[in-house]
């Protein structure tokens, strides 16, 4: 068995590489960010982040194989989730653009409701799908963390995954906020076009 320090670097490494991928919370994030700045992107990270959190919790804990007989409640979730990510993209697609003027002062006084809100809906969004559980299930039974696992050794595991998909959010959402006042209003209509499009793709790609 690892020592926990060890277990921590590996679970940053572990939400890293879950968090990375570019899914539909990530072009959600990235459209957000581009619209009202940092933490109107960053708070979508925080989400998923956390929801990554409780799904390593319950693998570590040894509850993956619920994942495996809830099949009419993955599906509902399924088309919960993908219906919430239609809306989002109709939404994205459907948006007047933040222009520059208005993007600078969002960034100085950021609207704490969005974020707040778009915080929520990527936890849930995230939520919906609980085969995740299998993913970091099988993740964990990698580092040598089965269940029954030493307590100690699950909460660096798991804290490392919060720590490593928080990372991510934040490099994602700082690097788009550095390139946003660089990006003309006809580009950022253009953006959220195509946002909202890619949103509405992953919506039926879930269910199909």
């Known amino acids: 068995m690892m020592d926990d320090a060890e277990l921590l ?10 968090a990375a991928p570019v899914g539909p919370i990530g072009v959600l994030c990235i459209q957000r960010c581009l619209a009202g700045g940092f933490w109107a992107g ?8 956390v929801a990554d959190a409780v799904y390593a919790a ?3 804990a ?8 809830t099949g009419p409640v993955q599906d509902w979730l399924r088309w919960g989730g993908a219906a919430l990510i239609a809306w989002l993209g109709w939404r994205a697609m459907t948006a007047r653009p933040a222009t520059q003027g208005a993007a ?9 409701a969005p974020p707040l809100r778009l915080l929520v809906v990527t936890f849930l969004l995230t939520m919906s799908n609980p085969t ?7 993740l964990f039974a990698a580092l040598g963390l089965a269940a029954g696992a030493p307590l100690h050794a699950s909460v660096a595991a798991v804290a490392g995954v919060f ?8 490099i994602l959402s700082g690097t788009v906020s550095l390139l946003r006042q660089r990006i003309s209003d006809e580009s950022r209509h253009w953006i959220n076009r195509i946002a909202g499009f890619a949103l509405i793709a992953f919506a039926v790609a879930l269910i199909v």
Do not use: D, E, N, Y
Not at 62 to 69: E, K, T
Not at 104 to 112: G, I, K, L, R, Y
């Open 9 to 18: 670097l590996r679970g940053i490494l572990l939400g890293l590489a879950v």
């Open 163 to 170: 720590a490593g998909s928080l990372l991510w959010w934040a």
């Open 42 to 49: 960053f708070s979508g990270g925080i989400g998923t982040a």
């Open 62 to 69: 040894g509850f993956a194989a619920l994942a495996g007989v």
């Open 132 to 138: 995740t559980i299998l993913s970091f299930a099988a």
């Open 104 to 112: 600078a002062q969002a960034a100085v006084t950021p609207a704490m």
């Open 58 to 60: 319950l693998a570590a």
